[in-house]
């Protein structure tokens, strides 16, 4: 309850003067419920205040990342709206500054994320947004990786070094590592001097990833039957077993209906075992769920586990220094070529609802920007 009220104490802090002010109306990209609880996606005007808050700025938005809308977060949060706005990893110029802010002027290249309470979608041609959610962009850094490294550079950040602690030395396996996030929490890993084993969904995935070597040691292909990941794992780590694992969801039962398991989850029985003594376990499952016997088995290895969700950053002001810290260091890894998100060909505007509803429904496999 407490985790609900200050994630929910963010709809308070980051609003700024939002009502009273004159408007400007534009087009965006907007998702809707309806009856069925399936989303839908539909471009709709909106109004976007003219005169700007104390801290706020006005940007023109070059180009906007796409991300599943995650409609369960809104409801825990309270922000259950006719409608919520699509697209939040922005990156662009700015235009106009609020008489208090201290950190930008126009024509300053600026990449951010909207807060979850925005009334604005990033696909608006210019968008506010409170100065301490934005930092600049690396001149040598384009808008397309910009937008696109944003969020999965900063959920690669908070798994690895806030939850896990990362060290040199240590073995890393990273679920699904042909994803965006796998890829850029690859990268970051080999950086840091930390062994890196990764799961491949597929023959293709496979391939992608030994493309990869130094930075990734072992590619475990779990598509095929015949590969057990604990067995694997534990054969790399000479019995030892891993550090760190990053899952990419888990199977929570034996048996599940194949229609649930459209990628090879592992089950969590399997993450416990391939754990070494005093591991990490970051988990992306938030519907995770432990019996008595696995609790005991994380408690005889002394290992931890963690809740990976990366919007907790905006939800409090005791850490926005930290968060904006990351930020900064993401884009410095683009700009020095640490950091190789895996993008799509960028998409024009026209194409935001189509593209948005394969992003959606997960049927796309690497991180799609819409160019404005």
């Known amino acids: 309850m407490y985790i609900l009220i200050m994630l929910y104490h963010f709809v308070l802090i980051q609003s700024e003067e939002r009502s009273g002010n004159p408007s400007d109306s534009m087009k965006g990209l907007y998702c809707r419920l309806n009856d069925s609880e399936e989303v839908k996606f539909v471009i709709q005007e909106t109004d976007v205040p003219a005169t700007l808050g104390d801290h706020q700025v006005k940007v023109q938005v070059k180009g906007c990342a796409l991300s599943p809308v ?30 208090k802010v201290s950190f930008f002027q126009p024509d300053d290249e ?36 910009a937008a696109g490294a944003v969020r999965d550079g900063l959920r690669a950040y908070t798994a690895l070094h806030t939850l896990a602690h ?5 073995t890393l396996l990273v679920l699904d590592g042909a994803s965006p996030f796998g890829v850029l929490s690859i990268q970051l890993a080999h950086y840091h001097g930390v062994k890196v084993l990764a799961t ?25 039957a015949k590969v057990d990941l604990a067995e694997s794992c534990l054969e790399e780590t000479g019995g030892l077993g891993v ?56 408690f005889l290895k002394a290992a ?46 026209y194409e935001a609802t189509v593209s948005m509803e394969m992003v959606q429904k997960r049927q796309v496999r690497k991180r799609v920007v819409v160019q404005l």
């Open 70 to 99: 995650d409609v369960k977060l809104f409801n825990d949060l309270k922000l259950q709206r006719d409608t919520a706005p699509v697209g939040r990893e922005i990156v662009g110029t700015v235009r106009q500054v609020g008489p």
């Open 110 to 145: 600026v990449v951010g994320i909207l807060s979850l309470d925005t009334e604005v979608s990033g696909l608006c041609s210019t968008v506010t947004i409170h100065e301490q959610l934005l930092v600049p962009k690396p001149e040598k850094v384009s808008w397309v990786s």
């Open 166 to 170: 990362m060290a040199v030395g240590q």
């Open 200 to 224: 491949a969904h597929s023959q293709d995935d496979q391939k992608f990833l030994e493309q990869l070597r130094p930075s990734v040691a072992r590619v475990i292909g779990v598509w095929d």
């Open 243 to 298: 550090d760190i694992v990053l899952d990419a969801g888990v199977k929570l039962y034996e048996e599940e209906p194949e229609a649930q398991q459209p990628l090879q989850l592992p089950h969590k029985h399997d993450i416990i075992t391939l754990l070494g003594v005093g591991g990490h376990w970051v988990t992306m499952e938030h519907n995770l769920q432990l019996d008595p016997p696995d609790a005991h088995s994380l």
């Open 304 to 349: 931890s586990l963690s809740f990976l969700n990366d919007e907790v950053w905006t939800a409090s002001t005791a850490r926005q220094g930290r968060y904006l810290h990351i930020l900064r260091d993401v884009m410095d890894k683009l700009s020095t070529g640490t950091f190789r998100p895996l993008l799509e060909d960028p998409v024009p505007l």
